[in-house]
């Protein structure tokens, strides 16, 4: 487990800071870049992390009747 977290850390965060150039890094390296060591701005970094879950959120409502369906199949036996 610990293999597989270090290797969606890697994908998600390490991974686009040392290959991006400072103008084009993702959205999660770029929330990070939002904090500070003294002073977190709580207000704009909950904005954009609101913003990027919508995306996720509109997937979800687009798809779940399909999601809905794959979890009831897999728990009927058959």
């Known amino acids: 487990m610990a ?4 290797v969606a850390l890697w994908n998600d965060y390490i991974w686009p800071l040392v290959v991006l150039q ?8 770029g929330l ?3 904090e500070s ?7 704009p970094l ?3 992390y609101l913003i990027a879950s919508i995306p996720l959120v509109i ?6 009747r ?6 009831a199949s897999g728990a009927i036996k058959m």
């Open 66 to 71: 399909l999601f809905i369906e794959g979890l």
């Open 32 to 34: 990070k870049y939002m």
């Open 3 to 6: 293999i597989i977290n270090a």
């Open 22 to 29: 400072r103008d084009h890094y993702t959205l999660s390296v």
């Open 46 to 48: 909950m904005a954009g």
């Open 37 to 43: 060591l003294n002073l977190i701005q709580y207000g």
């Open 59 to 64: 997937l979800f409502f687009f798809s779940m």
